[in-house]
């Protein structure tokens, strides 16, 4: 049966570049919601000291919860080799950072789409950056998961591999038993492109997802498919909202997950508009599992 655990949406800017609220703050919020797990982001300020990585696991297994997914955004896609080979690097860090944590999870990305690059130099980065983490994550006993992302929240420019053709053959050229998918419905809206479709391509790479959930403030999915999900910033025309009342079939994406076996962490990316509302997607998120997994 898939598990729950919690990212901190609403609060990036506040544990990642300000430092007003401190990460023992979120656990201490995020344990009080009925989840599993707490979902951590390698740019939290305060992992910069590594004496924290394991005394923020042991403050999270004190409450009862694990640390099963680091979110990581390394950036291989950049022409310039030596900045790659500093990514490759980092990357291996964020794994030891997950391991410490107790994670299983660590995410991988693509890389940003400059406009420089062909689709095929891009997808050849990406590949050789991934597969060079690939021994070092096997060894550490983490897996890979690359996520269909729009847009780290510090990049200039968008997810490279954000279009669902790019997407696919990415992860169809990495073939090996610690590398597989973050599944997140709601990015592939902001692509302009069907969630559910990426998914049926997918579901059998398919380890983690996030739950999110969007809704159009203005005009029709085919207005924002028109704008290509807004490439250079947020759409305009889609918000973060509570799961389950946005435009994500979470019956046809939980049927499609059960039928592959699916029993992965689910991480909700959710609660801009407050606790209160992470804590109903908790409960929607809840009743679908206990209906798809009973």
């Excluded at 949406?9 to 506040?14: D, V």
């Excluded at 403030?217 to 999900?229: A, F, M, V, Y």
Aim: proline residues 4%; negative net charge.
């Amino acid at each position: 049966m898939p598990k729950l655990a919690a990212f901190p949406k609403a609060f990036m800017q506040e544990l990642c570049k300000d430092g007003t609220m401190k990460v023992s703050e979120w656990i201490e919020l995020a344990s009080q919601l009925d989840i599993q797990g707490l979902e951590w982001y390698a740019g939290f300020l305060e992992m910069a000291d590594e004496e924290n990585w394991e005394k923020f696991r042991a403050e999270v297994e004190l409450k009862g919860k694990k640390i099963p997914m680091l979110c990581c955004s390394p950036d291989f896609t950049h022409p310039d080799k030596d900045f790659r080979l500093k990514e490759i690097e980092k990357q291996k860090n964020w794994i030891r950072m997950c391991k410490a944590l107790g994670g299983q999870y660590c995410r991988v990305l693509s890389g940003q789409r400059r406009p420089e690059l062909s689709i095929e130099q891009g997808i050849n980065f990406a590949v050789e950056c991934i597969e060079a983490c690939l021994p070092f994550a096997e060894n550490s006993k983490v897996t890979l998961i690359i996520e269909n992302h729009y847009k780290d929240d510090f990049w200039e420019f968008p997810e490279f591999a954000q279009k669902m053709d790019v997407f696919c053959e990415l992860v169809g050229r990495i073939n090996h038993p610690n590398f597989g998918v973050n599944y997140d419905p709601s990015n592939t809206f902001l692509a302009g492109e069907d969630p559910l479709e990426l998914l049926y391509r997918v579901s059998n790479r398919v380890l983690s997802m996030h739950a999110s959930d969007r809704y159009l403030i203005e005009g029709t999915i085919e207005d924002l498919r028109k704008e290509e999900g807004g490439a250079m910033g947020y759409a305009k025309r889609l918000r973060h909202g509570e799961i389950g009342k946005g435009l994500n079939d979470y019956d046809a994406i939980f049927t499609e997950l059960k039928r592959v076996g699916f029993d992965g962490w689910i991480s909700i990316e959710d609660g801009v508009e407050g606790m209160e509302q992470l804590a109903r997607s908790v409960d929607f998120l809840k009743n679908k599992i206990a209906k798809y997994w009973p």
